[in-house]
């Protein structure tokens, strides 16, 4: 019989980089948070600890710290007329795995976007003229986003520290 | 071996390991005192001190004779033995490549193995039904069919240069396995095993990182982070052992699923 435990405020699906840092804030902010992680734990020691981690052969190229693809391979092909066929070794596309997730192999990079890639199409129309995205056909379907910079940038420094980012 | 005494020695190896001496010791001996040469550096303590020489033979989990003797001959031609430092089968990447072999990487670990079987674009990546095992057994095996009457092991450098570089051409097929995507695994196994861990078998007192002047694992670099342009001279220290020298081996290597 399932077991009904007392409910919480919120419960993260997953203790990665997304699960880890909001369930941090929320509970900053006062509410009770339950994460649910389906891999394996990992602490800053001993899984995290000197000199082990510095094992290149381990992580960086039999890829440890990654998800485990015989469990969970993904296709891929670079064009639709290929056929898509398992990654059957990780190489450019490393997904994380336990806690932590792809939070504890990033490389602590969040680059911002800069000001005209949020109002593109303005942008383009305004420096090339409207003829230009005209003349590209009904194919081109490119839109400015609906948010500007000024407005995400208050988040873009929030993100950036609490992330370390 | 002059360099050797035979006090150093039988302290290094044990008492065991002394009455085995095996052929390799010719090359270790002379490979350690290679290191006396070319690093005078005064705050080194001598290198018998710092890493006992390794003088135990090989003892092969993998490999049977025949491919054991093609692996060994093939690793000595792509990182040759040179005048101040030993090459590859110096440095026990033969072993490395044996136990990687025998292990969960050669049984195929975190390789993804059920269909769809096609050959991919370059792009896609490894495509062959082969675990690395299999890859490597299915392929020597042809070649030492191949060359049953004059094997590889027996051919002048010269000759072995020329077989690998025709393998590494492609096109040839061994047993299944195209000859190019063997020699881009022995390639890449010879480099793990000269520049990796001795923990896993090969960089034999760690030979190449000596070679290159990087001193390995060292848990905490905390105090030169506001240093910069300096040269790190510290005796070479492996992931397997802490500052005294005392050796804690990590039960998670080599590396397992989570």
Redesign the interface.
């Known amino acids: 019989m399932a077991q009904r435990l007392k409910p919480v405020d919120v419960v993260t699906i997953g203790v990665g980089l997304t699960g880890s840092l909001t369930a941090l804030e929320l509970v900053k902010a006062g509410l009770k948070v339950v994460g649910l992680e389906r891999g394996a734990p990992r602490y800053t020691v001993p899984d995290f600890q000197s000199p082990a981690i510095h094992d290149e052969l381990r992580f960086s190229i039999r890829k440890g710290m990654m998800q485990d693809n015989v469990k969970e391979a993904v296709t891929f092909r670079n064009t639709s007329d290929q056929t898509a066929l398992p990654i059957r070794r990780w190489a450019s596309f490393l997904p994380g795995t336990g806690l932590g997730g792809s939070f504890v192999h990033w490389n602590g990079q969040s680059f911002r976007f800069q000001v005209a890639d949020f109002i593109y199409k303005t942008h383009i129309e305004q420096r090339y003229g409207k003829k230009f995205l005209e003349a590209c056909g009904p194919e081109l379907t490119i839109q400015d986003w609906g948010v500007t910079y000024a407005e995400l940038e208050p988040h873009y420094d929030r993100f950036e520290y609490i992330s370390a980012g | 071996m002059a360099d050797v005494s035979r006090r150093a020695l039988i302290k290094a190896s044990g008492a065991i390991g002394a009455t085995m001496l095996p052929t390799a010791l010719a090359i270790d001996a002379g490979s350690a005192q290679e290191h006396d040469h070319a690093s005078p550096a005064p705050s080194h303590p001598p290198a018998a001190a710092v890493v006992p020489p390794q003088v135990r033979e090989t003892t092969y989990l993998f490999f049977n004779n025949e491919e054991a003797a093609f692996i060994e001959a093939a690793v000595a031609r792509l990182i040759p033995k040179g005048d101040q430092w030993g090459g590859a089968l110096e440095a026990g990447v033969p072993n490395y490549i044996d136990k990687q072999l025998a292990g969960a ?1 050669g049984a ?7 269909g ?1 079987w ?1 050959p ?2 370059p ?5 062959l039904p082969f675990t690395p095992a299999e890859l490597f057994r299915t392929a020597l095996g042809a070649i030492n069919r191949e060359l049953s009457q004059t094997p590889f092991a027996k051919m002048n450098p010269k000759e072995q240069d020329s077989y690998l570089e025709n393998l590494e051409a492609g096109g040839k097929d061994l047993g299944g396995v195209p000859s190019d995507v063997l020699f881009a695994h022995l390639l890449e196994s010879t480099l ?1 095993g000269f520049f ?2 001795p923990v ?1 078998g090969g960089n034999r007192n760690m030979m190449s990182w000596r070679m290159i002047g990087f001193p390995g ?4 670099y905390y105090d030169l982070v506001d240093q910069h342009g300096i040269k790190i001279d510290r005796p070479t ?1 492996s ?1 397997a052992e802490n500052a005294d020298g005392h050796v804690h081996v ?1 039960p ?4 397992r ?2």
Not at chain 2, 108 to 114: I, N
Not at chain 2, 217 to 220: D, E, I, K, P, R
């Open positions: 990487w195929g670990e975190r390789l993804y193995r059920s769809p096609q991919g674009t792009s896609q990546g490894y495509q793990e990796s861990d896993y694992a060292y848990a905490s220290m992931l990590n998670g290597i080599p590396a699923s989570p």
